[in-house]
Protein backbone atom coordinates (compact mmCIF):
# COMPACT_ATOMS: atom_id res chain seq x y z
CA UNK A 1 0.00 0.00 0.00
CA UNK A 2 1.34 3.12 -1.07
CA UNK A 3 1.63 6.15 1.12
CA UNK A 4 2.04 9.87 1.05
CA UNK A 5 4.07 12.83 3.32
CA UNK A 6 1.03 15.26 4.43
CA UNK A 7 3.41 18.53 4.17
CA UNK A 8 0.43 21.29 5.48
CA UNK A 9 1.84 23.26 8.40
CA UNK A 10 -0.08 25.71 10.97
CA UNK A 11 2.16 28.77 10.41
CA UNK A 12 1.89 31.74 12.65
CA UNK A 13 3.91 34.93 13.21
CA UNK A 14 5.91 34.84 16.40
CA UNK A 15 8.26 37.81 16.46
CA UNK A 16 10.43 40.34 14.84
CA UNK A 17 13.13 37.57 13.43
CA UNK A 18 9.43 35.94 12.10
CA UNK A 19 10.43 32.66 13.48
CA UNK A 20 7.29 29.97 12.17
CA UNK A 21 5.84 26.98 14.26
CA UNK A 22 4.46 24.54 12.54
CA UNK A 23 2.98 20.99 13.50
CA UNK A 24 5.05 17.77 13.03
CA UNK A 25 4.81 15.94 9.33
CA UNK A 26 2.19 12.94 9.37
CA UNK A 27 2.33 9.87 6.98
CA UNK A 28 -1.21 9.53 5.80
CA UNK A 29 -2.13 6.89 3.24
CA UNK A 30 -2.31 7.95 -0.28
CA UNK A 31 -6.24 6.31 0.14
CA UNK A 32 -6.67 8.87 2.81
CA UNK A 33 -5.44 11.82 0.63
CA UNK A 34 -7.27 13.89 -0.92
CA UNK A 35 -7.29 14.67 -4.41
CA UNK A 36 -5.99 18.11 -4.72
CA UNK A 37 -3.57 17.38 -2.12
CA UNK A 38 -1.94 14.44 -4.27
CA UNK A 39 -1.70 16.80 -6.74
CA UNK A 40 0.03 19.32 -4.81
CA UNK A 41 2.53 16.91 -3.76
CA UNK A 42 3.69 14.80 -7.24
CA UNK A 43 3.92 18.43 -8.43
CA UNK A 44 5.91 20.06 -5.55
CA UNK A 45 9.54 20.68 -6.75
CA UNK A 46 7.94 23.03 -9.25
CA UNK A 47 5.15 24.45 -7.04
CA UNK A 48 5.04 28.04 -6.74
CA UNK A 49 3.73 30.84 -4.58
CA UNK A 50 1.24 32.75 -6.89
CA UNK A 51 -2.26 33.08 -5.88
CA UNK A 52 -2.82 31.54 -9.71
CA UNK A 53 -0.84 28.60 -8.64
CA UNK A 54 -2.08 28.50 -5.40
CA UNK A 55 -5.79 28.17 -6.98
CA UNK A 56 -4.54 25.81 -9.63
CA UNK A 57 -5.37 22.30 -8.01
CA UNK A 58 -8.50 23.52 -6.67
CA UNK A 59 -10.55 25.15 -8.70
CA UNK A 60 -8.93 25.46 -12.16
CA UNK A 61 -8.56 21.45 -12.60
CA UNK A 62 -10.75 18.82 -12.15
CA UNK A 63 -8.43 16.53 -10.92
CA UNK A 64 -9.61 12.71 -9.78
CA UNK A 65 -7.96 10.46 -7.11
CA UNK A 66 -5.58 8.29 -9.67
CA UNK A 67 -5.16 10.83 -12.39
CA UNK A 68 -1.04 10.90 -13.06
CA UNK A 69 0.59 13.66 -13.86
CA UNK A 70 4.24 13.64 -15.62
CA UNK A 71 6.75 15.74 -15.33
CA UNK A 72 8.85 16.17 -18.41
CA UNK A 73 12.25 18.71 -19.30
CA UNK A 74 12.35 20.99 -22.15
CA UNK A 75 16.22 21.82 -23.31
CA UNK A 76 18.85 22.41 -22.26
CA UNK A 77 19.34 22.37 -26.12
CA UNK A 78 20.22 25.69 -28.73
CA UNK A 79 18.42 26.94 -30.35
CA UNK A 80 15.45 25.59 -29.54
CA UNK A 81 15.17 26.78 -25.92
CA UNK A 82 16.72 29.59 -27.10
CA UNK A 83 19.94 28.60 -25.39
CA UNK A 84 20.87 26.41 -22.88
CA UNK A 85 17.48 26.77 -21.21
CA UNK A 86 15.82 23.78 -19.08
CA UNK A 87 12.46 24.01 -18.22
CA UNK A 88 11.08 21.60 -16.51
CA UNK A 89 6.90 21.16 -17.16
CA UNK A 90 4.38 19.17 -15.01
CA UNK A 91 1.98 17.77 -17.73
CA UNK A 92 -1.79 16.33 -17.28
CA UNK A 93 -1.85 15.13 -20.40
CA UNK A 94 -0.41 17.99 -23.07
CA UNK A 95 -1.77 20.34 -20.42
CA UNK A 96 0.88 22.61 -18.97
CA UNK A 97 0.33 22.63 -14.86
CA UNK A 98 3.02 24.06 -13.77
CA UNK A 99 6.60 25.08 -15.51
CA UNK A 100 9.86 25.92 -13.62
CA UNK A 101 13.15 27.62 -15.69
CA UNK A 102 16.34 26.02 -14.64
CA UNK A 103 19.26 27.97 -15.38
CA UNK A 104 22.94 27.41 -15.08
CA UNK A 105 24.60 25.46 -17.49
CA UNK A 106 26.64 28.32 -19.48
CA UNK A 107 28.72 29.13 -16.34
CA UNK A 108 30.26 32.51 -18.00
CA UNK A 109 31.16 33.76 -14.44
CA UNK A 110 31.52 37.15 -16.07
CA UNK A 111 30.73 39.56 -12.86
CA UNK A 112 33.59 37.61 -11.22
CA UNK A 113 36.02 37.81 -14.42
CA UNK A 114 35.65 41.87 -14.45
CA UNK A 115 37.06 41.91 -10.52
CA UNK A 116 40.66 40.92 -12.82
CA UNK A 117 40.08 43.18 -15.56
CA UNK A 118 40.88 46.60 -15.75
CA UNK A 119 38.00 49.00 -16.52
CA UNK A 120 39.50 50.27 -20.01
CA UNK A 121 39.31 45.64 -20.30
CA UNK A 122 36.27 45.07 -19.29
CA UNK A 123 34.31 46.36 -22.53
CA UNK A 124 35.86 42.59 -23.57
CA UNK A 125 34.13 41.13 -21.05
CA UNK A 126 30.38 42.56 -20.86
CA UNK A 127 30.28 42.76 -24.77
CA UNK A 128 29.28 39.15 -24.55
CA UNK A 129 26.89 38.96 -21.79
CA UNK A 130 23.75 39.34 -24.37
CA UNK A 131 25.54 38.90 -27.64
CA UNK A 132 22.55 39.62 -29.84
CA UNK A 133 22.88 43.66 -28.17
CA UNK A 134 26.92 44.08 -27.17
CA UNK A 135 26.40 47.68 -28.12
CA UNK A 136 23.79 48.00 -24.81
CA UNK A 137 26.29 46.40 -22.35
CA UNK A 138 29.03 48.07 -23.35
CA UNK A 139 27.23 51.04 -23.02
CA UNK A 140 25.54 49.78 -19.46
CA UNK A 141 28.85 49.64 -18.53
CA UNK A 142 30.73 52.61 -19.58
CA UNK A 143 28.31 55.20 -18.49
CA UNK A 144 28.75 53.27 -14.92
CA UNK A 145 32.32 53.97 -14.55
CA UNK A 146 31.86 57.28 -15.92
CA UNK A 147 29.60 58.20 -13.39
CA UNK A 148 32.15 57.25 -10.62
CA UNK A 149 34.72 59.13 -12.82
CA UNK A 150 32.57 62.57 -13.16
CA UNK A 151 34.03 62.68 -16.50
CA UNK A 152 32.19 64.12 -19.33
CA UNK A 153 31.70 62.82 -22.68
CA UNK A 154 32.36 65.22 -26.00
CA UNK A 155 28.82 65.20 -27.90
CA UNK A 156 29.62 63.34 -30.96
CA UNK A 157 30.62 60.22 -28.93
CA UNK A 158 27.41 60.55 -27.41
CA UNK A 159 25.31 60.55 -30.55
CA UNK A 160 27.41 57.63 -32.07
CA UNK A 161 26.97 55.64 -29.08
CA UNK A 162 22.89 56.15 -29.51
CA UNK A 163 23.40 55.41 -33.15
CA UNK A 164 25.07 52.38 -32.23
CA UNK A 165 22.14 51.27 -29.34
CA UNK A 166 19.49 51.53 -31.93
CA UNK A 167 21.09 49.89 -34.87
CA UNK A 168 21.65 47.11 -32.75
CA UNK A 169 17.86 47.09 -31.17
CA UNK A 170 17.13 46.89 -34.37
CA UNK A 171 19.65 43.98 -35.32
CA UNK A 172 18.08 42.39 -31.97
CA UNK A 173 14.49 42.57 -32.69
CA UNK A 174 15.25 41.68 -36.51
CA UNK A 175 16.63 38.16 -34.91
CA UNK A 176 13.89 37.61 -32.52
CA UNK A 177 11.29 38.17 -35.87
CA UNK A 178 13.24 34.96 -37.44
CA UNK A 179 13.42 32.79 -34.77
CA UNK A 180 10.17 33.32 -33.44
CA UNK A 181 8.40 32.57 -37.13
CA UNK A 182 10.90 29.57 -36.96
CA UNK A 183 9.83 28.30 -33.86
CA UNK A 184 5.95 28.68 -35.11
CA UNK A 185 6.69 27.31 -38.40
CA UNK A 186 6.62 29.74 -40.33
CA UNK A 187 10.04 28.51 -41.46
CA UNK A 188 10.54 31.62 -44.52
CA UNK A 189 10.98 34.26 -41.78
CA UNK A 190 14.31 32.92 -40.06
CA UNK A 191 15.46 33.36 -43.84
CA UNK A 192 13.92 37.46 -44.20
CA UNK A 193 14.61 38.01 -40.65
CA UNK A 194 18.04 36.76 -41.15
CA UNK A 195 18.75 38.41 -44.13
CA UNK A 196 18.03 42.07 -43.08
CA UNK A 197 19.90 41.73 -39.74
CA UNK A 198 22.91 41.07 -41.93
CA UNK A 199 22.85 43.92 -43.54
CA UNK A 200 23.40 45.73 -39.73
CA UNK A 201 26.03 43.43 -39.32
CA UNK A 202 27.95 44.28 -41.98
CA UNK A 203 27.56 48.12 -41.19
CA UNK A 204 29.00 46.85 -37.30
CA UNK A 205 31.80 45.33 -39.04
CA UNK A 206 32.75 48.15 -41.51
CA UNK A 207 32.31 50.65 -37.73
CA UNK A 208 34.28 48.19 -35.37
CA UNK A 209 35.99 45.49 -37.34
CA UNK A 210 33.77 43.36 -35.77
CA UNK A 211 30.06 41.92 -36.53
CA UNK A 212 29.17 40.88 -32.86
CA UNK A 213 31.26 41.16 -29.36
CA UNK A 214 32.64 44.66 -30.51
CA UNK A 215 34.66 46.43 -27.54
CA UNK A 216 33.48 49.49 -29.63
CA UNK A 217 31.85 51.89 -26.56
CA UNK A 218 34.27 52.33 -23.81
CA UNK A 219 34.86 54.82 -21.25
CA UNK A 220 35.33 58.14 -22.22
CA UNK A 221 33.66 57.46 -25.51
CA UNK A 222 34.19 55.18 -28.68
CA UNK A 223 37.17 53.02 -29.96
CA UNK A 224 36.90 55.10 -33.21
CA UNK A 225 35.39 57.79 -35.36
CA UNK A 226 32.42 56.85 -37.83
CA UNK A 227 33.91 55.74 -41.37
CA UNK A 228 33.26 58.12 -44.16
CA UNK A 229 30.32 57.65 -45.94
CA UNK A 230 28.51 56.23 -42.50
CA UNK A 231 25.22 58.59 -43.44
CA UNK A 232 24.27 57.22 -46.76
CA UNK A 233 25.23 53.52 -45.29
CA UNK A 234 22.90 53.76 -42.54
CA UNK A 235 19.85 55.41 -44.41
CA UNK A 236 20.23 52.74 -46.95
CA UNK A 237 20.01 49.91 -44.33
CA UNK A 238 16.57 51.95 -43.05
CA UNK A 239 15.29 52.59 -46.66
CA UNK A 240 15.92 48.50 -46.93
CA UNK A 241 14.37 47.18 -43.06
CA UNK A 242 11.53 49.72 -43.22
CA UNK A 243 9.28 48.18 -46.42
CA UNK A 244 10.86 44.64 -45.45
CA UNK A 245 8.57 45.25 -42.01
CA UNK A 246 5.57 45.30 -44.36
CA UNK A 247 6.24 42.36 -46.02
CA UNK A 248 6.42 40.56 -41.81
CA UNK A 249 3.29 41.94 -41.78
CA UNK A 250 1.77 40.62 -44.74
CA UNK A 251 3.63 37.19 -43.75
CA UNK A 252 2.68 36.82 -40.20
CA UNK A 253 0.64 39.55 -38.72
CA UNK A 254 -2.35 39.18 -40.41
CA UNK A 255 -1.82 34.86 -40.86
CA UNK A 256 -4.49 32.76 -39.43
CA UNK A 257 -2.20 30.37 -38.28
CA UNK A 258 0.11 32.71 -36.47
CA UNK A 259 -2.73 34.18 -34.75
CA UNK A 260 -4.34 31.25 -33.81
CA UNK A 261 -0.95 30.30 -31.77
CA UNK A 262 -0.18 33.74 -30.07
CA UNK A 263 -3.40 35.20 -29.79
CA UNK A 264 -4.24 34.48 -25.99
CA UNK A 265 -1.22 32.22 -25.64
CA UNK A 266 1.14 33.14 -22.63
CA UNK A 267 -0.50 35.78 -20.99
CA UNK A 268 0.34 37.91 -18.52
CA UNK A 269 -1.21 40.92 -16.73
CA UNK A 270 0.15 43.97 -15.92
CA UNK A 271 -0.12 43.60 -12.00
CA UNK A 272 1.46 39.76 -12.67
CA UNK A 273 4.72 41.78 -15.14
CA UNK A 274 5.15 44.55 -12.07
CA UNK A 275 5.24 42.23 -9.27
CA UNK A 276 7.58 40.11 -11.41
CA UNK A 277 9.61 42.75 -11.99
CA UNK A 278 9.63 42.15 -15.77
CA UNK A 279 10.32 45.02 -17.82
CA UNK A 280 10.75 45.41 -21.62
CA UNK A 281 8.43 44.04 -24.38
CA UNK A 282 6.94 41.72 -21.67
CA UNK A 283 6.00 44.42 -19.44
CA UNK A 284 4.99 47.38 -22.23
CA UNK A 285 2.75 43.82 -24.25
CA UNK A 286 0.21 44.53 -20.44
CA UNK A 287 0.26 47.72 -21.67
CA UNK A 288 2.36 49.70 -19.13
CA UNK A 289 4.32 52.15 -21.41
CA UNK A 290 7.67 52.17 -19.10
CA UNK A 291 10.47 52.85 -20.97
CA UNK A 292 13.56 54.07 -19.53
CA UNK A 293 14.33 56.07 -22.77
CA UNK A 294 11.50 57.90 -22.17
CA UNK A 295 10.67 57.80 -18.44
CA UNK A 296 14.57 58.29 -17.40
CA UNK A 297 16.21 59.20 -20.46
CA UNK A 298 19.87 58.96 -20.88
CA UNK A 299 22.13 60.10 -23.25
CA UNK A 300 20.00 62.51 -26.08
CA UNK A 301 17.15 60.28 -25.85
CA UNK A 302 15.42 63.43 -24.78
CA UNK A 303 15.82 65.14 -28.30
CA UNK A 304 14.69 62.85 -30.75
CA UNK A 305 11.20 62.22 -31.17
CA UNK A 306 9.96 58.70 -30.94
CA UNK A 307 6.46 56.58 -29.41
CA UNK A 308 6.69 53.77 -26.95
CA UNK A 309 4.93 50.84 -28.43
CA UNK A 310 2.51 49.09 -26.15
CA UNK A 311 -0.03 46.41 -26.75
CA UNK A 312 -3.32 45.47 -24.74
CA UNK A 313 -3.46 41.73 -24.17
CA UNK A 314 -0.06 40.89 -22.83
CA UNK A 315 0.14 37.74 -24.53
CA UNK A 316 2.78 36.26 -27.52
CA UNK A 317 0.99 38.44 -29.97
CA UNK A 318 1.39 41.13 -28.68
CA UNK A 319 4.91 40.75 -27.52
CA UNK A 320 5.77 40.22 -31.43
CA UNK A 321 3.84 43.22 -32.80
CA UNK A 322 5.45 45.07 -30.21
CA UNK A 323 8.96 44.03 -31.44
CA UNK A 324 8.04 44.66 -34.50
CA UNK A 325 7.09 48.25 -34.36
CA UNK A 326 9.95 48.95 -32.40
CA UNK A 327 12.11 48.18 -35.10
CA UNK A 328 10.20 51.34 -36.92
CA UNK A 329 10.44 53.19 -34.24
CA UNK A 330 14.59 52.38 -34.09
CA UNK A 331 14.65 53.66 -37.56
CA UNK A 332 12.62 56.77 -37.03
CA UNK A 333 15.67 57.62 -34.24
CA UNK A 334 18.45 56.75 -36.37
CA UNK A 335 17.47 59.05 -39.09
CA UNK A 336 16.93 61.97 -36.73
CA UNK A 337 20.65 60.72 -35.52
CA UNK A 338 22.31 61.12 -38.90
CA UNK A 339 20.32 64.87 -39.20
CA UNK A 340 21.49 65.60 -35.65
CA UNK A 341 24.93 64.51 -35.55
CA UNK A 342 27.80 67.05 -34.67
CA UNK A 343 31.45 67.62 -35.14
CA UNK A 344 34.21 66.97 -32.96
CA UNK A 345 36.05 64.57 -30.54
CA UNK A 346 34.74 60.86 -30.74
CA UNK A 347 36.19 60.27 -27.03
CA UNK A 348 37.58 62.55 -23.96
CA UNK A 349 40.77 63.89 -24.08
CA UNK A 350 40.84 63.54 -20.72
CA UNK A 351 44.80 62.38 -20.66
CA UNK A 352 43.81 60.01 -17.46
CA UNK A 353 41.96 57.85 -19.58
CA UNK A 354 42.39 57.94 -23.33
CA UNK A 355 45.73 56.90 -24.73
CA UNK A 356 46.99 59.66 -26.96
CA UNK A 357 46.76 59.00 -30.61
CA UNK A 358 48.87 56.29 -32.13
CA UNK A 359 50.53 58.39 -34.15
CA UNK A 360 52.39 60.15 -31.69
CA UNK A 361 53.72 57.61 -30.14
CA UNK A 362 56.47 57.42 -32.50
CA UNK A 363 57.23 60.99 -31.75
CA UNK A 364 57.36 61.05 -28.35
CA UNK A 365 58.60 58.81 -25.81
CA UNK A 366 56.60 60.28 -23.08
CA UNK A 367 53.66 59.44 -25.31
CA UNK A 368 54.95 55.95 -25.28
CA UNK A 369 55.26 55.74 -21.77
CA UNK A 370 51.46 56.89 -21.29
CA UNK A 371 50.16 54.49 -24.05
CA UNK A 372 51.76 51.78 -22.17
CA UNK A 373 51.15 52.74 -18.34
CA UNK A 374 46.93 52.70 -19.44
CA UNK A 375 46.84 49.34 -21.31
CA UNK A 376 48.84 47.16 -18.56
CA UNK A 377 47.94 49.02 -15.58
CA UNK A 378 44.86 51.25 -16.70
CA UNK A 379 43.25 54.18 -15.04
CA UNK A 380 42.41 54.47 -11.06
CA UNK A 381 38.61 55.30 -10.45
CA UNK A 382 37.67 57.24 -7.18
CA UNK A 383 36.02 54.57 -4.71
CA UNK A 384 32.06 54.75 -4.59
CA UNK A 385 29.21 52.37 -6.02
CA UNK A 386 27.15 53.56 -8.71
CA UNK A 387 23.93 51.90 -10.30
CA UNK A 388 23.37 52.43 -14.37
CA UNK A 389 20.20 51.42 -16.22
CA UNK A 390 20.07 51.44 -19.99
CA UNK A 391 17.17 50.31 -21.94
CA UNK A 392 17.67 47.19 -24.16
CA UNK A 393 16.17 45.25 -26.21
CA UNK A 394 15.03 42.85 -23.84
CA UNK A 395 14.33 45.45 -20.97
CA UNK A 396 15.86 47.11 -17.98
CA UNK A 397 19.45 46.54 -18.55
CA UNK A 398 21.40 47.90 -15.37
CA UNK A 399 25.05 47.40 -13.94
CA UNK A 400 25.84 47.94 -10.58
CA UNK A 401 29.71 48.76 -9.94
CA UNK A 402 31.48 49.14 -6.74
CA UNK A 403 35.23 50.86 -6.85
CA UNK A 404 38.23 50.99 -4.59
CA UNK A 405 40.07 53.05 -5.64
CA UNK A 406 42.17 51.07 -7.56
CA UNK A 407 42.17 50.17 -11.96
CA UNK A 408 40.00 47.16 -11.68
CA UNK A 409 36.51 46.48 -10.63
CA UNK A 410 35.93 45.92 -6.34
CA UNK A 411 32.56 44.39 -7.54
CA UNK A 412 29.96 44.00 -10.60
CA UNK A 413 26.82 42.80 -10.81
CA UNK A 414 24.54 43.09 -13.89
CA UNK A 415 20.49 43.10 -13.81
CA UNK A 416 20.25 41.14 -17.05
CA UNK A 417 16.64 41.63 -18.30
CA UNK A 418 16.53 37.76 -19.99
CA UNK A 419 17.42 36.61 -16.13
CA UNK A 420 14.75 38.62 -14.55
CA UNK A 421 11.92 38.25 -17.32
CA UNK A 422 12.63 33.98 -17.15
CA UNK A 423 10.46 34.14 -13.74
CA UNK A 424 7.57 35.14 -15.93
CA UNK A 425 7.47 31.91 -17.66
CA UNK A 426 5.59 29.89 -15.08
CA UNK A 427 2.62 32.61 -14.84
CA UNK A 428 2.69 32.79 -18.78
CA UNK A 429 2.71 28.85 -19.32
CA UNK A 430 0.19 27.85 -16.67
CA UNK A 431 -2.90 26.20 -18.61
CA UNK A 432 -1.13 26.32 -21.83
CA UNK A 433 -0.64 23.57 -24.21
CA UNK A 434 2.77 22.12 -24.78
CA UNK A 435 2.95 23.34 -27.77
CA UNK A 436 2.31 26.78 -26.30
CA UNK A 437 5.24 26.66 -24.41
CA UNK A 438 7.56 27.07 -27.55
CA UNK A 439 5.69 29.81 -28.43
CA UNK A 440 5.66 31.50 -24.85
CA UNK A 441 9.67 30.92 -24.73
CA UNK A 442 9.94 32.52 -27.75
CA UNK A 443 8.03 35.38 -26.75
CA UNK A 444 10.02 36.10 -23.99
CA UNK A 445 13.08 36.03 -25.80
CA UNK A 446 15.60 35.30 -23.43
CA UNK A 447 19.49 35.59 -24.39
CA UNK A 448 21.45 33.09 -21.95
CA UNK A 449 23.79 34.18 -22.42
CA UNK A 450 23.11 37.55 -20.24
CA UNK A 451 21.24 34.85 -17.82
CA UNK A 452 24.31 32.89 -16.90
CA UNK A 453 26.79 35.70 -16.44
Not at 281 to 300: M, S
Request: aromatic content about 6%; proline content about 5%; hydrophobic content about 40%.
Amino acid sequence: MTATLNTETDSTTQSAAGEMESKPQELHLRSETAAPELARERGAVLRGVSERDAALDLNDYDIELGDETMIINMGPQHPSTHGVLRVMMELRGEQVLRTKPVIGYLHTGMEKTAETLTFNQGGTNVTRMDYLSPFCNELTFSLAVEKLLAVEIPERATWIRMLMAELNRMASHLLFQATNGMDLGAVGMMIYGWREREELLTFFEKVTGLRMNHNYIRPGGVAVDLPDGWQQDVLDICDLVEPRLDQYDTLLTGQPIYRDRTMGVGVITAEEAIALSATGPILRGTGVAWDLRKDQPYLFYDQVEFDVIVGTQGDAFDRYAIRLNEIRESARIVRQIVDLMPPGDYRSQNKKITPPPRSRIDESMEALIHHFKLMTEGFRVPAGEVYVATESPRGELGCYLVSDGGAKPYRMHWRGPSFVNLQSMPTMMQGAMIADAIAVISSVDPVLGEVDR
